[in-house]
């Protein structure tokens, strides 16, 4: 059975996993473990307004159910590593902690590049992602 890919910057809703949390300089800080989003947080994030802008979720990638796929992958990001254009990769520099590496699809298409982008990037108005 094929194993399912994580997206690692879905919205916040019941079944979704929280992964990261939105520090000082605007950046995500991932998590250990992830934590599920069950109806009680999920209200409670919710209530306070836009919890994507304070925290990062993640939830099976839909593939053909998502405006970003490609049909072969997800365009996401792709466009966005199209569009950082000072990004400083380490080669040998240890990943950031993530709790979804293993299934995220981003790590799955672009390697190390994808966890370079990732911390920088939230979603902006539900559907649109912001660097």
């Not at 250990?32 to 989003?37: C, D, Q």
């Not at 982008?117 to 660097?131: G, R, Y």
Request: hydrophobic share 40%; glycine share 6%; proline share 4%.
């Amino acid at each position: 059975m094929k194993e399912l890919k994580m997206c690692p910057i879905t919205k916040c809703e019941p079944g979704a996993k929280l992964i990261g949390v939105k520090i000082d300089n605007d950046v995500f800080d991932f998590l250990k473990e992830n934590i599920m989003v069950d109806e009680d947080l999920f209200d409670v994030m919710t209530a306070v307004s836009n919890p994507e802008k304070r925290f990062r979720f993640s939830n099976v990638c839909l593939e053909t159910g998502c405006k970003h796929w490609t049909g072969a992958a997800c365009g996401c990001v792709g466009k966005v590593l199209k569009n950082v254009e000072d990004l400083t990769l380490k080669k040998d520099a240890i990943l950031p902690q993530c709790s979804i590496r293993e299934r995220c699809r981003w790590f799955y298409q672009e390697g190390r590049m994808a966890c370079d982008v990732c911390p920088l990037l939230a979603i902006k108005d539900k559907d649109l992602l912001e660097v």
